[in-house]
């Protein structure tokens, strides 16, 4: 057990220690890594696509939807040759759809220019369209043992708290990006990175640190004592939406349209239609859903009668699963009974 006077007092410190750092961290995840499916799998392609769709979104909404993606695009050459549409319709329900625009137009460019091959180095996988310095050094360090570190914002949390830094101080994000580059296992980058974003996961929470059970405990200056940056502040917004629906059964169809090729978020996605409720006019249920900074609270109505339909597109309900929808409007249509269950 490292001793308690141990602790960084900045940055160099951690040279001096990396080596049992980086011991401690490994046998921590190699006894307490969560068995996930990119994490059984050297395919450079399969470990893009997990990281691409972690980005943002909890691991267990990734689950949902990473097996059924790669049973559809099971390899760069079939994300390559599909359409746009049914790529955004992979995706419905991971959110923050420029992720899934750029993760094609990268398959494309790798098919086009480079044989079909997931390029080796950091500096060409940053090439690629939607290659943050995140994803290059993720995917290079995971699919292809290059010794870069890969800091997200689970790993920014950990390494501020090991030494103390807070997210206010000037020149914050380079000194934490010089501590990871200073502890990163360059024998073995892809568990180590991995392991840090786990550590973050699961056990440096942002709120409550679970520092007893932490491999890093002793040269952590702060403990979890250390404030995190304020919550971001959520906004909320309440609207109502309406479930038009004609015919039963296997004829049954729903009213959608589809939002501006020009909107900023979910552009030409497909979704229900925005209420005006009459007064008095009881909601169907009401459904929660937080999209980047907004939590949304969303009456649905279904309206009884089908004479006043916006304007919109009638679509069979066993159509739905092959559509571009929002995640909002997929949540609303299995809840409805439109379409079936989340296959978890
Ligand atoms: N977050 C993003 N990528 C991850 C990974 N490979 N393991 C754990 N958490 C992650």
């Not at 790529?87 to 759809?97: E, P, T």
């Not at 702060?222 to 015919?247: D, I, V």
Request: charged share 20%; proline share 6%.
């Amino acid at each position: 057990m490292p001793a308690t006077e141990a602790q960084l007092p900045t940055h160099s410190a951690a040279a001096v220690h990396a080596a049992e750092m980086r011991a401690a961290l490994l046998a921590w995840y190699a006894a307490h890594r969560r068995d996930l499916p990119w994490r059984a799998t050297r395919d450079p392609y399969r470990i893009w696509v997990s990281e691409v769709m972690l980005q943002q979104t909890r691991v267990a909404a990734v689950l949902e939807h990473y097996r059924e993606f790669l049973q559809t695009f099971p390899t760069v050459q079939a994300l390559s040759a599909a359409s746009e549409a049914e790529v955004l319709a992979r995706w419905s329900g991971l959110g923050y759809y420029r992720r899934a625009r750029m993760l094609h137009h990268a398959a494309q460019v790798i098919v086009r220019e480079q044989n079909g091959e997931i390029p080796r180095t950091a500096e060409a996988l940053r090439a690629l369209p939607g290659f943050g310095a995140y994803t290059a050094a993720a995917v290079g360090s995971i699919a292809f043992g290059l010794p870069v570190a890969a800091v997200d914002g689970n790993v920014e949390r950990v390494l501020a708290r090991i030494a103390g830094w807070s997210a206010a101080e000037r020149g914050f994000a380079a000194q934490v990006r010089e501590l990871a580059t200073e502890l990163v296992d360059t024998a073995q980058p892809g568990d180590y990175n991995q392991a840090v974003m786990e550590l973050g996961a699961t056990v440096c929470l942002p709120r409550q640190p679970l520092c007893l059970h932490c491999p890093w405990q002793g040269w952590c200056r702060t403990r979890g004592e250390h404030a995190m940056p304020a919550r971001s502040t959520m906004q909320r917004q309440h609207s109502a939406r309406a479930a038009y629906l004609r015919g039963q059964g296997s004829t049954q169809q729903v009213l959608l349209c589809r939002r501006s090729s020009q909107a900023s978020l979910m552009a030409g996605m497909w979704e229900l239609p925005m209420y005006a409720p009459q007064p008095g006019e009881a909601a169907a249920f009401t459904v929660r859903h937080a999209i980047t900074v907004t939590n949304h609270v969303i009456d649905l109505f279904t309206p009884a009668s089908n004479d006043l339909v916006p304007d919109g597109q009638w679509f069979d309900t066993a159509q739905l699963h092959e559509l571009a929808l929002t995640g909002l409007t997929r949540k609303v249509l299995r809840r409805l009974g439109c379409m079936p269950s989340a296959k978890v």
